[in-house]
């Protein structure tokens, strides 16, 4: 079995600043191509409009729909019905680890996260995903 490489990054996270600062990680020192968008219906558009990542990149806590309920509202669209998805988060209680893992996620991601090791974290994720 081939490994699939990562390279399509869908990104929904609403604070700008981290998104800039993640942007920079990712594309810059990762090499990773990102497609952010500022809020979950906005990821939901543009995922119907045609964009199949490999990976979402979900903030957990952001107004109107969180990551889980993003998620939830991605599982349901074919083209990222079993996508993998790693979560952005500065709850990360084992509880809290144990539900986003019971979601489907094959990591998380504390915030704040360093930049230059962002890259590295996700890369590291997905190719340890089962």
């Known amino acids: ?3 699939v490489s990562l390279h399509h990054i869908l990104y929904v996270e609403d604070d700008p ?3 800039t600062v993640a942007q920079i990680s990712l594309e810059v020192v990762g090499g990773f191509a990102l497609k952010t968008c500022s809020s979950g219906a906005l990821a939901l558009t543009v995922v119907r409009d045609g964009y199949t990542p490999d990976l979402l990149l979900l903030d957990v806590m952001m107004p109107n729909m969180d990551g889980p309920t993003t998620l939830t509202e991605l599982r349901k669209i074919p083209a990222t019905a079993n996508t993998p998805v790693v979560f952005m988060t500065a709850k990360v209680q084992s509880s809290e680890l144990e539900f ?3 979601l489907g996620a094959i990591g998380v991601i504390a915030k ?3 930049p230059m090791e962002l890259s590295a974290q996700v890369n590291k994720l ?3 995903r089962v």
Do not use: V
Request: without cysteine.
């Open 1 to 3: 079995m081939t490994a």
């Open 17 to 19: 600043d981290i998104q």
């Open 100 to 102: 986003y893992r019971s």
């Open 112 to 114: 704040p996260f360093d």
């Open 126 to 128: 997905w190719l340890e």
